[in-house]
């Protein structure tokens, strides 16, 4: 099968051994599939992950033990989990011990002609949904967990740092919620984007950071963008840590303790409440489309999702 | 009268003049005072602070516009507010935006004859807690504001990283709120201490981080502290981080959001819950105090507070 795959460097291998669905899994034939930031510093060393890369899809069911699955439409939740950890028994099986992640942990990904996953793991995704938009799933999903981490009732001032993919999600999602949201970016074109769905946004550079917000959600990946949510959440406000970063320089946490912050990690999430606000039409994924791309571009894809300003890139498996 | 001042570099002053108690204030004869961490810190640069140092003390007040308080022993509570900005007004005092904070921040402290302080500040002593308890007041009170900040009830794991001066009272006052504590510390002699209070305790070359705590309360005020607890802590674990550090190198903050991890910065406290916890006995403090010294010997004293494995020096000023 054809694939693009990170062993030291990026490559496209029109060769690829098709992944082979044993112990269960389902086969599915991907459709299409996003490039996410997490890809991106994979192949700068991130997690020493190699192997086929990719974690955001949608494709449709080859094979499966659930013969209903079979020519089904669906996405697919990235953390393969043992089911019998301590964490798993307690409810926490997307931190399983013993689990691997697609595209990201022992577990070759989405950019590929196919992928396998266990059963478990799918969702069906409605006909009123097209691919365009089921691409978007897990991200949006990782959007919706912040909701599931803080009670955002009675919150008056909400920032959302960074005008990127994530971003742009995570702002939609609390809008959604209520919240009177702002983005901070550094991207006019993508600031217009935010005026188009009715969100507040302002350039980076009239920020005067003023200790006075009660939330940060911080989608910038830098650590210069933690420090500026450290100087923007009011004292005993709340950081939601929403993209993973080198810091690359020594980093003062005293802010944290002088002003009583709290910081809360959030990582993947919600599937179900993706789909349903997909259907639902309630967030804008479409024009976050920077551009599609064949796989056999895929090199090419990477270094363009890579270049500041640019949002989702597809690829597709045509 | 006589002060230990830091201007650049520490001495002791033995003309420096009174303290004036206007606007209202209340003046206090210093009776004993303890040497924190902050003090060390500021010595180092920290918060740029110039003046008369120190922050927990005992006192009697000599004069008041409350003449019920004249003669009286207190305590103080170190914020300086003003009572009118936003985040006073919305029950957040502690995080005055116009604060002074005694002997760190705009206001001369208490290593000195006398220290001046608004009568809201001041707590009376009991009879029945001596000066050597009241005076640590101050940095129980710190211990006591971790209860206020996050729930114990049902964590089943905590662990108390750093055995110094805090580490101790955290310890004592998280297993007095029922939590099964364990001390994770680099001192034998500290650790006995932990063993007579029939708190668990562990020599930090014997850990081996398994993500595994359900709370790790960081009181080491080092880097390499806060990297530990994030391997500690278990998944959608907390980190209460009860000490400033400059990193001094680059800090990877990715497991936070792998894990999910909350951190919570905690500062000042509860000086009610601390004052009845002493007249209670429900603490050892006396096992805390390393050596008693003049406040002439008060350069001495820091230097000595300094080495690693000192507990608490008291400046007396008698």
Redesign the interface.
């Known amino acids: 099968m054809r694939a693009l795959t990170f062993d030291k460097t990026l490559s496209f291998d029109a060769r690829r051994a098709d992944p082979i669905a044993d112990d269960g899994d389902t086969l599915i034939k991907v459709r299409q599939a996003g490039i996410c930031s997490t890809d991106l510093e994979i192949t700068k060393g991130y997690m020493g992950f190699h192997g086929v890369l990719g974690h955001e899809f949608v494709g449709e069911v080859v094979s499966s033990p659930n013969k209903d699955l079979v020519g089904q439409r669906v996405v697919g939740e990235i953390n393969i989990v043992c089911g019998r950890c301590?964490?798993c028994l307690s409810g926490?099986s997307t931190?399983c011990?013993n689990r691997t992640v697609l595209g990201i942990l022992n577990h070759d990904g989405a950019f590929a002609d196919f992928v396998r996953l266990p059963e478990s793991n799918l969702h069906v995704v409605p006909k009123t949904v097209d691919d365009d938009s089921a691409v978007f799933v897990e991200p949006l999903a990782a959007a919706f967990q912040i909701l599931k981490?803080i009670k955002l009732d009675g919150r008056k001032w909400v920032t959302v740092l960074g005008d990127g993919r994530l971003g742009l999600l995570v702002a939609q999602v609390l809008r959604n919620a209520g919240c009177p949201v702002r983005v901070i970016g550094k991207h006019p074109e993508k600031l217009t984007l935010c005026e188009k769905w009715s969100i507040r946004s302002r350039p980076l550079e009239d920020i005067q950071p003023r200790?006075?917000q009660d939330v940060v959600v911080d989608c910038t990946g830098s650590?210069g963008g933690?420090e500026l949510a450290m100087q923007m959440v009011?004292?005993?406000g709340t950081i939601v840590?929403?993209?993973?970063?080198?810091?690359?320089?020594?980093?003062?946490?005293?802010?944290?303790?002088?002003?009583?912050?709290?910081?809360?990690?959030?990582?993947c999430g919600a599937f179900k409440e993706a789909i349903r606000a997909l259907t639902e039409k309630q967030v804008d994924v479409a024009s976050l489309i920077h551009r599609r791309m064949k796989i056999e571009q895929g090199v090419e894809a990477m270094n363009l999702a890579g270049r500041p300003g640019v949002l989702k890139v597809l690829l597709t498996m045509e």
């Open positions: 301590d964490l926490l931190h011990r981490q200790h006075d650590a933690f009011r004292p005993r840590l929403k993209s993973t970063f080198a810091a690359g320089k020594p980093l003062n946490l005293a802010p944290l303790v002088i002003d009583e912050i709290q910081v809360i990690g959030s990582r």
